[in-house]
């Protein structure tokens, strides 16, 4: 099945820096997401992108499909951005249905 | 528009015992998925359902079983409970089955002593 490595498997900040949070995947995909996952276990959606980029806030993401990668930035990080970012991906190659397979995470730390 | 729910919340079991674990899809949604989160590591699919249908299957023993109900809620149950069964897991929901967004529920964390 399709791989997902995310890199680094931790970030430790200062509040205010930027920093920028990257996905790998070893096949083409139909659909890939960034998720925050907060210290409750609640997986929140940050960005649907299979490519191309967005921005919401002081998030953005941009996926290049072509090369199997995509990244996230965060910039100007708060206290409130700590928690555990997972990229998940469909592989495009697939029986019937849409499962996501996870990265192994990405824990941020961001400290005042 | 309320989002995807999950009960119960948390769960305490003993091995060898059956749980049952409730999802309800967000408003709209027709798809239900079921992932199993172990402490550290990333979400892994159990199994999806569209239609009352298992769909799409990961790597779980028969143990873990589901179903979907008319109204597009779904069930997750695992029999004969295992140590390693203690786990947080999530239920997801979309529209329709391929290349779609799917959003998840707070998660039900099970410890099996």
Redesign the interface.
Known sequence: GIQVEQSPPDLILQEGANSTLRCNFSDSV??L?W?HQNP????I?LF?I?SGTKQNGRLSATTVATERYSLLYISSSQTTDSGVY?C?V?GMI????????????TRVLVKP | DAGVTQSPTHLIKTRGQQVTLRCSPKSGHDTVSWYQQALGQGPQFIFQYYEEEERQRGNFPDRFSGHQFPNYSSELNVNALLLGDSALYLCASSLGLAGVEQFFGPGTRLTVL
Request: hydrophobic residues 35%; without cysteine; proline residues 4%.
């Open positions: 139909n659909n997401q998720f409750w276990g609640q997986l959606n649907y299979p997972f998940a469909e697939k029986a019937a249905g849409n499962k996501l397979t996870f990265g192994g995470g």
